[in-house]
């Protein structure tokens, strides 16, 4: 899972093993989630998002799971590959206020390492 | 394919320098975002921009402006760098809400390396 900290939480798996990311957030009054994958050298990719009135939401491999009660948000990955090594970052934002951008929390990220 | 473009991969520079980091992006959206992103520290939003001409401090802009002339670039400035403002920063945008289903997914940019020697 995410923490603050000077140490990224770490997950290694086998390729073709199923991972899980595990992330904390803060605000109750978050709306809305995304789950953004970097890797080394690039810019945070859109992965998958879900919105606080789903508890499920599936992609192409992945799953994003919301557990509003205990702030808990996670991202399952079917069959992990080598290409699916990075890091993994939530954010939460908090649409409430009126303003075009709401208010954006990122996680400190978690790093996924595939092993061949 | 959407973009933003961050000018410059890798800069490095002295310190009391003056820089510009440029970021364009070609998608039309109205909010353009800065961040730095340090090991440990995660993203940070240094300053944003809704609208041109527009901004509003993020949670670290001591240091920093920024410029919006058009609604497809923001530019980042160091009027002064410093040694502590080595780091990696990363351009994003996103639509306004209510533009769109996604609007608040930003899309990033590649990101600039800055090192201040």
């Known amino acids: 899972g995410e923490s603050v900290g000077l140490h990224l939480p770490t997950l290694s798996v086998q390729e073709g093993d199923n991972s899980i990311i595990n992330c904390a957030y803060s605000?109750?009054?978050?709306?809305?989630f995304i789950w953004y994958k970097q890797e080394s050298g690039k810019g945070p990719q859109f992965i998958i998002d879900?919105?606080?009135?789903?508890d499920k939401r599936q992609g192409q491999r992945v799953t994003v799971l919301l557990n509003k009660t205990v702030k808990h948000l996670s991202l399952q990955i079917a069959a992990t590959q080598p290409g699916d090594s990075a890091v993994y970052f939530c954010a939460e934002i908090d649409n409430a206020g009126g303003t075009s951008y709401g208010k954006l929390t990122f996680g400190q990220g978690t790093i996924l390492t595939v092993h061949p | 394919d959407v973009k933003v473009t961050q000018s410059s991969r890798y800069l490095v520079k002295r310190t009391g320098e003056k820089v510009f980091l440029e970021c364009v992006q070609d998608?039309?959206?109205?909010?353009m975002f800065w961040y730095r992103q340090d090991p440990g520290l995660g993203l940070r939003l240094i300053y944003f921009?809704?609208?041109?001409?527009?901004?509003e401090k993020g949670d670290i802009p001591e240091g920093y402006s920024v410029s919006r002339e058009k609604k497809e670039r923001f530019s980042l400035i160091l009027e002064s760098a410093s040694t502590n403002q080595t780091s990696m920063y990363l351009c994003?945008?996103?639509?306004?809400?209510?533009?769109?289903?996604?609007?608040?997914?930003?899309?990033f940019g590649a990101g600039s390396r800055l090192t201040v020697l």
């Open positions: 994003a945008s996103s639509f306004a809400q209510g533009k769109s289903s996604g609007a608040n997914v930003l899309t």
């Open positions: 879900i919105r606080s009135n789903m």
């Open positions: 605000n109750s009054a978050s709306d809305y």
């Open positions: 998608m039309d959206h109205e909010n």
């Open positions: 921009s809704y609208d041109v001409k527009m901004k």
